[in-house]
């Protein structure tokens, strides 16, 4: 496994929309592997495939204490619910900004050996599915800013 350099904004991988995985070969699942070292060596939440400079609709998701979980073709099915959150991103490091989240949402799409699975969520973790499967479709959560003000600059030991 690598940690794998991760893609900042302005970088143009990150405004990709991400292509299905149709093939659940060796490259797909080192890239699986490869992304859940990177997320765990900077501490991050979660990661998408195109972070990593690789176009593939592809996204792993790490909180604490809890087992990391990677998707593969990952859809949100249902959405309920709204609250307000803070949020970060790894490609735009030093920043934080207030959006708006769903409170619950519904996930299906493919485990790593392609069988289908479906993950009900609330809270961090449905942030974290909302936020990666942006990613997966060139979005960012600044895109969601409701003005200017909602973003700031953080310290560098409080990064999200
Ligand atoms: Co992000």
Known sequence: MSILPICTVPDPALRQRAKRVTSFNGSVQRLIDDMIETLHGV???GLAA???GNPLRIIVI???EEAVISIINPEIVRRAGERVVVEGCLSLPGYQGEI?????VSVKGLDRQG????LKAEGLLAQALEHEIDHLNGVLYIDRLESGDKL?????????
């Open 100 to 104: 708006k989240r769903s409170e619950r």
């Open 43 to 45: 501490e991050g939440v």
């Open 152 to 160: 700031w600059k953080i310290k560098p030991d409080e990064q999200a």
């Open 50 to 52: 195109n972070q990593v």
């Open 115 to 118: 069988k289908e699975m479906r």
């Open 62 to 64: 790490q909180l604490p």
